[in-house]
């Protein structure tokens, strides 16, 4: 074989998995939350360990998860809901609803509530802190955005 056609042979394959094996996921959206706000805690507290704790691993933005998923309308969310990230498959099959009470379990020993949790964070025995968080997240709501503002 010519090197002009191992080298034409070369950029066909190329092109061929840059169009295919590369693309990329498009973000997924949760619906928006529909659950009060969750009062009991201090939001902005919660903002602040959020960010100690939390934001390592959690984005707030759709389609930019980390080690684990976006958390932009989380409250009141279906568990393992976002097809742009893998869940373990305990969360997966949990029928858990991300409100106040699943949240907390969860946060307070990820591994303890679901044993084949991918979430390895240190657990988080202040229940103060715990309500904080909470409250935070239920503050996360944005709206789907509509098909032309995705492009």
Do not use: F
Not at 6 to 19: I, P, R
Not at 26 to 53: F, K, M
Not at 68 to 80: E, F, I, R, S
């Amino acid at each position: 074989m010519s090197i002009v056609k191992k080298y034409q042979l070369g950029a066909v394959l190329a092109t061929v998995l840059s169009l295919t094996a590369c693309e990329k996921t498009p973000p997924d959206y949760r619906d928006p939350v529909t659950l009060p706000l969750y009062t009991e805690g201090d939001a902005d507290n919660g903002a602040l360990i959020y960010q100690d704790a939390c934001a390592q691993c959690h984005q707030l933005n759709p389609g930019l998860n980390k080690k684990g998923p976006q958390l932009m309308n989380v409250y009141g969310a279906n568990a393992a809901e976002l097809e742009d990230y893998t869940y373990s498959e305990g969360l997966t099959t949990s029928g858990w609803v991300w409100d106040a009470k699943t949240l907390d379990t969860y946060i307070a020993d990820a591994e303890k509530a679901m044993p084949d949790s991918k979430m390895l964070s240190d657990p988080m025995p202040d229940s103060k802190e715990r309500t904080d968080v909470i409250a935070y997240l239920s503050t996360l709501r944005a709206p789907v955005p509509t098909v032309d503002e995705t492009k």
